[in-house]
Nanobody, 115 residues
Framework: QVQLMESGGGLVQPGGSLRLSCAASGFTFSRYAMSWYRQAPGKERELVAVILAGGFTTYADSMKGRFTISRDNAKNTVYLQMNSLKSEDTAVYYC?????????WGQGTQVTVSS
C-alpha cells in the first residue's frame, strides 16, 4: 500500500525556519520524482519544489533562495527546509510522488507563520 506521510509542520514566527519531512512506503522511492506543493486558504494548490530521481531540483520563483528540497533514498524520505518564513507561506504543505502516469499524494501538514 502506497503511503506518503508528511511531518514537521507547526507554528513559527516570521523569519523563522521549519523542516518538513515526507516518509514514503509502498513503492520504489528512488525511481520517483518527489515534489512539495502547498495550498493556502481560499487559493489553489501551487508547486513549491521538485527533486527528480537523479537529484536535479527546481523551485517556484517565490521560494528560490529560501527553501531547499532534498531526498534521502536510503530512508525513503524527502525534505523541505524552509528558511526566512513569511506570513504568506502559511498553508497546508503536501508531498507528491510521480513516475510517468503514477502519482501519489500525502495528506498534508499545516504550516502557520505568525507572530
Amino acid at each position: 500500500q502506497v503511503q506518503l506521510m508528511e511531518s514537521g509542520g507547526g507554528l513559527v514566527q516570521p523569519g523563522g525556519s521549519l523542516r518538513l519531512s515526507c516518509a514514503a512506503s509502498g513503492f520504489t522511492f528512488s525511481r520517483y520524482a518527489m515534489s512539495w506543493y502547498r495550498q493556502a486558504p481560499g487559493k489553489e494548490r501551487e508547486l513549491v519544489a521538485v527533486i527528480l530521481a537523479g537529484g536535479f531540483t527546481t523551485y517556484a520563483d517565490s521560494m528560490k533562495g529560501r527553501f531547499t528540497i532534498s531526498r534521502d533514498n536510503a530512508k525513503n524520505t524527502v525534505y523541505l527546509q524552509m528558511n526566512s518564513l513569511k506570513s504568506e507561506d502559511t498553508a497546508v504543505y503536501y508531498c507528491k510522488a510521480t513516475l510517468a502516469r503514477s502519482e501519489h499524494w500525502g495528506q498534508g501538514t499545516q504550516v502557520t507563520v505568525s507572530s
